[in-house]
């Protein structure tokens, strides 16, 4: 029998999801989104950032070669390319370009079959609203129209290589829509969509969500769409009409402490980008990042430029508790010893699942409670993430019957999901002294009736779920 006290926390959960839950229709509702976690993969990020140019095609492929081998079994199976694409002006008959890079010998195509050939996906990094100079200086014919290239551009470009196509010039719906589909008949799987604050900025919002929603309607269920510095107004609000995930932080760059939780701490912008740090972003967009709304992404990975084990950990937990992507910056002659973070099967196994779950405050200034996450699994565990951080120890610690509604606060089995142990049942609380930049992940199994309310997926103001 539900204890009287119980079945008031369970009915007080449901209220507060009915009340603050954007309605079904509000949020995109894709194939992706219904899963609720984003995709394990590799990204072409690090070396474009570190030379600052693009990436050869001899790289890309020796970093295809090294993730097929290394981490394929453990579920990442895309690769995508990322920036510094103005080099990529080899376009089709429509204006569409063929290649990453103008110098690489293969074009999309091939490496679309290179990686269906070791049953893998590609994604691509590109925004469907560009047009680069190739296909302006040809003003070529805009497919499905009478209009050319040099009839959709806009009043302003996003740098000389690249124009903007303006979406209230004749023309522009099938441009957009038609690169969309051009990469999807390409067998792309993941379209990464960068530097969107930027159309909205010159552009305003109206047409910018109009341009989002001709993408998505052109995606359908086939394509998930990433979108990629929004500036992210009203909550996100036009955001999570149109896209399956949504970056909530400022950019990896050197990918070391800084980028995890300390850049910017604690202050918050009302435009891209909201949030300086990972950690930051992931307690300010908690409350629409759930199965159903919108995936979190926090960005890239390189575990080879944080300071030690216990930074890679809390990294890559931040990243599974947060619900994001899980994309591997690191590259095959960069990585070191560190492979074994992304290759633990327990972790793995909770973004297969669809898990992302909230933090007990969504107010990032309250330290200790917006360090500690909880969330639930299809078969009822709850999986807690405690982290620490400070420059100096810490204490945290979850309730098993305040925090999580066990019934008698009584543990069936609790387990080190780092460790990979079974440290057996307990009573009331679970309580560790974690070391600086330190943390834990534990599932718990209990007896007590199942719940999936997605841990009060709220909307609107920072609230505590205790």
Same mark, same amino acid.
């Given at each position: ?60 492929k020796a970093n295809i ?13 895309? &690769?995508?390319? %990322? ?13 569409? &370009? ?77 441009? &957009? ?102 950690? %930051? ?52 002659d960069t990585i070191g ?77 609790v387990r080190d999901l ?23 992940? &534990? ?24």
């Open positions: 029998m539900i204890a009287m006290n119980y079945t008031k926390w369970i009915l007080g959960l449901a209220t507060i999801f009915l009340s603050f839950c954007p309605h079904s229709s509000v949020a995109r509702d894709s194939p992706f989104t219904r899963h609720g976690t984003g995709p394990k993969y590799w990204i072409a990020y690090e070396e474009c950032f570190v030379t600052n140019v693009p990436l050869s095609e001899e790289r890309w070669d090294w993730m097929e081998k290394t981490f394929k079994p453990y579920g990442y199976d895309m &690769i995508c390319n %990322d920036g510094w694409i103005e080099a990529a002006q080899t376009v089709n008959e429509n204006g569409y &370009i063929t290649k990453y890079n103008s110098d690489w010998k293969n074009g999309f195509s091939y490496w679309a079959r290179y990686l269906q050939e070791r049953d893998m996906k590609m994604g691509v990094y590109y925004n469907p609203m560009w047009l680069t100079r190739a296909a302006y200086e040809q003003n070529l014919s805009v497919k499905g129209t009478s209009y050319r290239t040099r009839d959709i551009v806009g009043y302003k470009s996003f740098n000389d290589p690249l124009y903007w196509v303006d979406v209230d010039k004749p023309g522009a719906k099938e441009w &957009i829509q038609n690169y969309v589909r051009y990469f999807k008949e390409m067998g792309v799987t993941y379209l990464r969509i960068d530097f969107l604050e930027n159309y909205e900025t010159n552009y305003g919002t109206r047409r910018y969500e109009q341009a989002l929603a001709w993408i998505a309607e052109a995606a359908g269920d086939d394509l998930f769409l990433s979108l990629v510095m929004p500036h992210c107004y009203n909550h996100a609000k036009t955001e999570l009409k149109y896209g399956d995930m949504i970056r909530i932080d400022d950019d990896c760059f050197d990918g070391d402490w800084d980028f995890v939780s300390n850049r910017r701490r604690g202050q918050q912008k009302d435009h891209w980008p909201q949030f300086g740090n990972a950690f %930051d972003g992931f307690i300010g967009f908690a409350d629409v990042g759930a199965r159903g709304q919108m995936i979190l992404d926090g960005d890239f990975m390189r575990m080879n430029k944080l300071a030690n084990d216990n930074e890679r950990r809390f990294l890559f937990s931040l990243m599974i508790m947060g619900g994001s992507a899980l994309a591997i910056a690191d590259q095959y010893d560190h492979a074994w973070v992304y290759q633990n099967p327990e972790m793995n196994e909770l973004n297969s699942l669809g898990f992302a779950a909230k933090p007990l405050s969504y107010d990032f200034r309250d330290a200790a409670n917006s360090s500690r996450w909880i969330g639930q699994l299809p078969n009822g565990d709850w999986v807690v993430g405690l982290f620490n951080r400070e420059s100096t120890p810490q204490t945290r610690s979850i309730d098993f019957h305040r925090e999580l509604g066990i019934e008698d606060g009584q543990a069936v089995n780092w460790e990979r142990k079974d440290l057996g049942g307990m009573s009331g609380t679970y309580t560790i002294e974690l070391q600086p930049h330190e943390c834990k992940v &534990i599932r718990i199994q209990h007896n007590t009736l199942k719940i999936e309310a997605e841990t009060a997926s709220v909307r609107g103001g920072a609230k505590s779920i205790k």
